[in-house]
């Protein structure tokens, strides 16, 4: 009841300003439901959200292709002159792709590597202590509210936020050096360390999202019927075992959608990980999406048509592992029917 | 007034026709109950009356008035859903309020007409209650003071006592039978249950796969079910339908036969009929007695017997399968497995065609 | 405390602990410090003066030397409690210091200067909130103004995807028309087209409708939600159609029905959404980054980012106007955290 109640309070409040609109909304709205019957009504409805995505989602989507084909610094699409391939064949063009520095676009391609690099790292990361800490959430455990909200707590947390908290904790002089002085560790200057930042970048992000993946893992666990456990324990299953053989197979669709969500979020970390190290030291921690900001809007010799063609690149990446996500939540849903 | 004249409707949902030819009188002040098994097309009916859903083709006149593709809201008809279809964030006083205060009626008038419904229908102590907390018999009275305060010209009830337990679903039966009394307005009600049509009905519309099977008086069509859906449809338990030969066909009479030594004369006319054809034979389970005194008589083996008291339900089945119910009056030891001799009278029997129609009477 | 101990420690069917337990409890209990003790560590931070955020080992709390003022001294003098030469402690204000000899005075005797060698002093210290931390970027910098930029940006966003999206969810779940189920098809493909994708474009797209250096620039392109319909449009799919039936025979236009019927009844899904929308654009950052040039339109994330930025990093200022950024959303946090979890649990949205 108490929830109800709340959530209706806020609706109400929130309501209130279009309350009034409604009201003066609601005559000539008539007038138009009278001249175009229902169907137009839902022409109405749609309208303002429509015109919105179209102008600003569909259209910069479609003229994204157009906007990769052509050159120059300026930025209305009339005013740039058509190069057709040329700024993908500037991007591909590479003596050895294995090493970036052989590159004509030498940041393209270390970005990219980065970006896998934090994505393969980042992912298996996350996965991991987020299904451990979806199990020890899923035990009987005192307060279990409190201790899902603890783990959850970063995930609302602003990019820039968590950038600057990490920012100072890692600095040299900072929280972590301190612990890692006093148990007699050695200290490290976290952020101007090649390697370290790397790290840092990873583990700030898992960190600031493990929160939301536990919740979809959890929300999985939770809805593997009691009773198959208690049928384990009856058949003097081992711990080890009703994991391996019940837990993880039922959970396997949750497990796919977090590992794909996760890939999909970390191919364009950029936020958290460009306030915490700005890309460096040195080109360390540049990732993608700062590669696309970079070129397109922040260097001197901007080229908006080189970030439109990274950028399609990045898109088609995601499409791919979308594609992969639906590819696979078919297969489990035939695997479900067969059930 | 509430005078309503269908004509040839139609409806259709893409190649899927669910309505054909539709043709109706509604006299003002008639209570009519639109009865079929589910699907048939009765709340389709329903809705393209209340205006919500459009025919595809034909003609629908209130009054004497052409309101076809008149609104829902414009055609003064009020409308009592299955669901209730009470707005769960209203009190019960604002939702009765909704549609008045929607045509600007004066404030003082909706509470006036609030507070006479709420004392007709029994709801004035949760006038002030939300839907949640009421009981499904009180959401159904608030449903239909709902439509009462319009004062519509026509009530339209969409199966509206499917949700409530037996019990309240018969008393609630006998209030609206007394509103309808009272209010003298017309109303058409959609039901599957033949009872509910029975007992409320002046004029019962039975109908099937989209097509009107029956139009009547409750006990005239159950005293001349005008063919084998509506004779199996109307009453219960269900007419016993006994597959015959005819005999003798001329237009007086007609005469069949068939197992356990049945054979009858039937007043019909069967001038149609060749001798040797098939038809059904049916009697409903009140009209047959035990025993061999009686205008036809058969022979069959009990399968159970039901006391129940005052009468005697008999499960039993004919020699060449057929099962057979009887309500016999009184007590009966006869046990299952014995043979049973059943009787009835020619007057009590309704003849029906190889094409399921019943025969028409003799000829005068 | 033994009576905690089994409270803590009980477990069903009364057995003993074994290994699982104990790390389910070490996991938590480290979880405690690695989830809040970033947040925790960065409040306590951000009341320390400049001077104690230099200090290395720092403090837990924020502490502050004690100052005093001295007859004859303008500024305040900072307290000290020094060994003196006969053995006895006395706290004496501290006027300067050259090289390691520091030069003293007794508060009560001002006129007397006593050097004292540095290492023979400890500084006479007490927790101090410095509140000036928020004051004076509040005052002085341009916090205020990011703040406001802030707060106009969500609350406007907020209200605009709240009316957009409920319309086209409305339409899109109680209507049947040609091309509907196009309609969702496109809006939920979009749900994979994030805004890194398409930043260059929408940036020109923004310019050319004049959009480019306002906040409306900012607003605008975030408001039509996939996600929003999406979840909308679910909720409003379990409204039964026989309530907007009853309510089209009440003489209820559609937009009456809009707003009478359907907009309360969808009030949970609308929180949800209102809550995710206030916590996105609150944390928005890439975009307002791009899209707005001037510092006066800068929204608190960019600000901050921005001073974090600047070649002579002032801390204390930072961490301070970082607490301030976190504030709403850990109210959030606070009072809506269960709606929250509930809703990503329901539904896998962020």
Not at chain 1, 16 to 39: D, E, F, S
Not at chain 2, 96 to 113: D, S, T, Y
Not at chain 2, 345 to 354: V, Y
Not at chain 3, 277 to 291: C, E, T
Request: a neutral charge.
């Amino acid at each position: 009841m108490a929830t109800r109640s709340i959530s209706s309070r806020i609706g109400a409040v929130l309501a209130a300003p279009v309350i009034w609109l409604a009201r003066l909304l609601n005559l000539p709205l008539k007038w138009w439901q009278g001249m175009t019957g229902t169907g137009g009504m839902a022409a109405f409805f749609l309208a303002p959200n429509m015109a919105i995505f179209g102008i600003f989602v569909l259209l910069p989507l479609v003229i994204n292709f157009a906007y990769s084909m052509t050159s120059g610094q300026a930025l209305f699409l009339s005013d740039r002159s058509y190069v057709g391939g040329e700024q993908y064949a500037r991007l591909m063009d590479c003596g050895n792709y294995l090493d970036p520095t052989t590159c004509r676009e030498d940041l393209f391609w270390i970005a990219l590597r980065n970006t896998a690099l934090f994505v393969v790292v980042q992912v298996s990361m996350m996965t991991v202590v987020a299904m451990i800490t979806a199990l020890i959430l899923n035990r009987e455990i005192r307060g279990r509210g409190f201790w899902r909200a603890v783990f959850f707590f970063p995930v609302l947390l602003s990019p820039v936020v968590v950038g600057l908290i990490w920012r100072w904790i890692l600095q040299r002089e900072g929280l972590l050096n301190f612990i890692l002085y006093n148990v007699g560790l050695e200290p490290h200057v976290w952020l101007t360390d090649r390697f370290y930042s790397f790290v840092a970048t990873v583990g700030v992000s898992v960190w600031a999202h493990m929160g939301f993946y536990t919740l979809i893992l959890l929300a999985g666990l939770q809805a593997i019927p009691r009773d198959l456990y208690e049928a384990a324990e009856m058949d003097g299953t081992r711990a080890g075992r009703v994991f391996w053989r019940i837990t993880l197979p039922l959970l396997m669709p949750n497990l796919l959608v977090v590992i794909v969500l996760a890939l999909i979020r970390a191919v364009q970390i950029f936020d958290e990980a460009y306030v915490l190290t700005g890309g460096g030291p040195g080109t360390s921690t540049l990732y993608l999406t700062q590669y696309i900001y970079e070129v397109g809007f922040a260097s001197l010799l901007r080229n908006p048509g080189l970030a439109a063609a990274a950028s399609i690149i990045m898109g088609l990446i995601l499409v791919v592992l979308t594609l992969i996500q639906l590819g696979l939540g078919r297969r489990n849903e035939k695997a479900g029917e067969r059930k | 007034m509430g005078q309503i004249t269908l004509s040839d409707i139609q409806r259709a949902y893409g190649n899927v026709k669910v309505l054909h030819d539709i043709n109706l009188d509604i006299a003002d002040g008639e209570f009519v109950v639109l009865v079929g098994p589910s699907g048939c097309g009765k709340s389709t009916l329903l809705r393209l009356l209340s205006g919500l859903d459009k025919p595809t083709a034909g003609r629908i006149e209130i009054d004497g008035k052409d309101v076809t593709q008149v609104s829902a809201a414009d055609r003064g008809l009020a409308m009592v859903f299955q669901s209730y279809a009470l707005y769960p964030h209203m009190s019960v006083r604002q939702n009765l309020a909704f549609g008045l205060e929607n045509i600007q009626m004066p404030k003082a008038e909706i509470a006036e007409r609030i507070t006479e419904a709420a004392r007709m229908l029994e709801i004035t102590d949760y006038l002030d209650r939300r839907p949640g907390q009421l009981s499904g018999g009180q959401k159904q009275r608030v449903a239909i003071g709902r439509a009462v305060v319009r004062n519509p010209t026509a009530f339209l009830l969409d199966e509206p006592l499917s949700n409530l337990d037996a019990e309240l679903r018969i008393s609630t039966r006998a209030e609206i039978s007394a509103l309808h009394d009272r209010l003298k307005t017309t109303m058409i009600y959609v039901t599957h249950d033949q009872v509910e049509a029975m007992t409320l009905a002046d004029r019962i519309v039975v109908m099937r796969a989209g097509r009107i099977e029956q139009v009547g008086r409750p006990l005239d069509l159950y005293n001349t079910p005008a063919n084998l859906f509506v004779a199996g449809f109307i009453g219960a338990p269900r007419m016993n339908l006994l597959p015959v030969k005819i005999a003798e066909a001329g237009p007086q009479s007609v005469r069949v036969e068939g197992a356990g030594g049945l054979s009858i004369m039937v007043a019909a006319d069967g001038s149609a009929l060749q001798p040797g054809t098939d038809a059904t034979l049916g009697i409903r389970p009140h009209d047959i007695r035990t025993g061999t005194g009686g205008d036809g008589s058969f022979t069959a083996t009990v399968d159970l017997m039901e006391a129940l008291g005052p009468e005697t339900v008999a499960h039993a089945t004919t020699d060449d399968g057929q099962k057979i119910l009887a309500v016999l009056n009184g007590q009966d030891t006869t046990k299952a497995g014995d043979g049973i001799s059943f009787a009835f009278d020619a007057g009590r029997t309704h003849l029906f065609d190889a094409e399921g129609q019943r025969l028409p009477p003799p000829r005068t | 405390m033994s009576r905690v101990a089994e409270f803590l420690t009980r477990r069903r069917g009364g057995s003993g602990w074994d290994w699982t337990d104990i790390f389910t409890w070490v996991w938590l209990i480290a979880g405690i410090f690695v989830m809040f003790g970033p947040a925790v560590w960065l409040v306590l931070s951000s009341f320390k003066t400049p001077a104690a955020l230099a200090e290395f080992p720092p403090t837990v709390l924020p502490m502050a030397t004690e100052q005093v003022m001295v007859e004859g001294y303008d500024n305040p003098l900072e307290l000290y409690s020094v060994s003196m030469p006969d053995g006895s402690e006395q706290v004496l204000a501290q006027v300067r210091r050259v090289g390691t000899i520091a030069q003293m005075v007794d508060p009560d005797a001002p006129d007397e200067i006593v050097k004292v060698n540095i290492a023979e002093r400890t500084p006479q210290r007490r927790v101090a909130f410095a509140t000036e931390n928020y004051v004076v970027p509040l005052e002085q910098n341009d916090f205020l103004l990011y703040l406001r930029n802030s707060v106009f940006v969500t609350v406007m966003a907020t209200i605009i995807t709240l009316l957009t999206n409920s319309m086209a969810a409305f339409a899109l779940s109680k209507y049947r028309f040609r091309g509907r189920d196009g309609v969702m098809l496109l809006i939920v493909a979009t749900l994979m087209v994030p805004l890194s994708v398409i930043l260059v474009p929408l940036y020109s797209v923004v310019n050319a409708v004049g959009l480019f250096d306002s906040l409306w620039g900012v607003i605008l392109p975030t408001v039509a939600t996939p996600t929003g319909v999406f979840l909308l449009r679910q909720y409003m799919l379990t409204i039964p159609d026989e309530l907007l039936d009853a309510a089209r025979m009440d003489h209820a236009s559609e937009w009456q029905i809009y707003w009478r019927i359907i907009l309360p009844l969808a009030a949970p899904a609308l929180a949800v959404l209102a809550i995710f929308s206030i916590v996105w654009r609150w944390n928005d950052f890439l975009w307002p980054l791009v899209v707005l040039s001037r510092k006066e339109l800068y929204t608190l994330q960019v600000g901050l980012n921005t001073y974090a930025g600047e070649l002579n990093v002032q801390w204390h200022y930072i961490l301070a106007m970082t607490v301030v950024t976190m504030i709403p959303v850990v109210l959030v946090f606070v009072f809506l955290q269960r709606y929250i979890t509930a809703g990503i649990a329901g539904s896998g949205l962020k």
